[in-house]
């Protein structure tokens, strides 16, 4: 069982940057195909960012936050990271960071086994 816990959610002016942590319990994190999603309120669950399980292997952005949000992961410290900048009040929601053990990237949520509680971002002047 893997379990995920985000931290580094925020109040941020708009054009403002957050960074975005998550960390896991377990060590198999290295094995985990990982993405960051967001839900508004009153929206569905979307994607943002995914990125593989090798080390500088594949990435994936939504177009909405393609060059502005990066995201990373540190297998040695169980973590995947979520660096955001030039935010915008779009960008305001809920951020969760989600794991899967099956081959290849994916922009379904559905796809993910495991998730963290959620981090919230607020960005608003």
């Known amino acids: 069982q893997v379990q995920l816990r985000e931290s580094g959610g925020g109040l941020v002016q708009p054009g403002g940057s957050l960074r975005l942590s998550c960390e896991a319990s377990?060590?198999?994190?290295?094995?985990?195909?990982l993405g960051w999603f967001r839900q508004a309120p009153g929206k569905e669950r979307e994607f943002v960012a995914a990125i593989s399980r090798t080390t500088g292997g594949s990435l994936r952005y939504a177009d909405s936050v393609k060059g502005r949000f990066t995201i990373s992961r540190d297998n040695a410290k169980n973590a995947v990271y979520l660096q955001m900048n030039s935010l915008k009040p779009e960008d305001s929601a809920a951020y969760y960071c989600a794991a899967r053990y099956g081959p290849g990237l994916s922009t379904d949520a559905g796809n993910y086994g495991y998730w963290g509680q959620g981090t919230q971002v607020t960005v608003s002047s």
């Open positions: 377990t060590g198999t994190f290295s094995w985990a195909n």
